[in-house]
């Protein structure tokens, strides 16, 4: 789905289809905020050489051209995070090129930190300011990837519904990253999942779980992850959650 198909269709194929739900920290009447992170088998060089090669990770389901081959990024200030629309294929007629700025780059620390600006998707038709911040920081297992996306201003869109949409569009890109660099502990939850596959349902019925237990589950998760998340060496020191 590119970006040129109707908003609405848009927000619908983002809610409906993110693979991963990030958290969305913040949110009222003028904006919202959403974080999400990665723990990656790679060196902060790798990923800083993978992140400023967009085209190798980025959803091409969200991109004006279809084409992921058309993005690039050069990691300067002023640099700009850009789309090439390449030429209409049309024998009768002369065709140009056009081209789309998704984001420009006001901050950039090789193989540290990251920060972007601009209205991603939908949100370029609204008069807001977006800001994506990515910090790299070491970790004992990898490289740890912190991604948070801030944006703010008059829009047209219900802030909910739109934020729950970017949420889940920018933990598609975020996901893409960390496939390409391979994600720490992934084998070990395949082979987790695998075995759970391969029980025995009875014995699932024995631990007594009920949809009240999983409940209980999930709101544990969200502290682990911002007890996780203090720890993350920011390079601009503004991201954690105090902030």
């Not at 949420?167 to 084998?187: C, K, P, T, Y």
Request: glycine share 8%; charged share 30%; with cysteine.
């Amino acid at each position: 789905m590119r970006f040129t198909t109707l908003a609405a269709a848009v927000l619908a194929g983002a809610v409906c289809t993110a693979p991963l739900a990030a958290e969305v920290t913040d949110q009222d009447d003028s904006g919202f905020v959403t974080r999400d992170e990665a723990l990656v088998d790679a060196t902060p060089k790798q990923v800083w050489l993978a992140l400023i090669t967009p085209s190798t990770w980025w959803n091409k389901a969200h991109t004006w051209s279809g084409d992921s081959e058309n993005l690039t990024l050069r990691p300067q200030a002023g640099g700009c995070f850009c789309e090439r629309i390449p030429e209409v294929e049309d024998k009768d007629r002369f065709t140009l090129e056009g081209s789309v700025e998704h984001m420009r780059v006001i901050q950039s620390y090789p193989e540290s930190a990251m920060r972007l600006s601009g209205a991603l998707g939908p949100l370029q038709s609204e008069p807001v300011t977006g800001v994506l911040t990515i910090a790299i920081s070491k970790a004992e297992e990898g490289t740890r990837i912190v991604w948070e996306y801030h944006v703010g201003g008059r829009m047209r869109y219900e802030v909910p519904v739109i934020a729950k949409a970017v949420d889940g569009v920018m933990s598609q890109q975020l996901d893409g990253l960390a496939n390409l660099l391979g994600r720490v502990g992934e084998e070990e939850a395949l082979e987790n999942a695998e075995d759970a596959d391969d029980a025995d349902p009875a014995a699932a019925e024995d631990t007594g779980d009920s949809d009240a237990d999983d409940a209980g589950e999930s709101t544990d998760k969200p502290d682990a992850k911002a007890d996780e998340s203090s720890a993350v060496d920011d390079a601009f020191g503004d991201l954690s959650d105090d902030g």
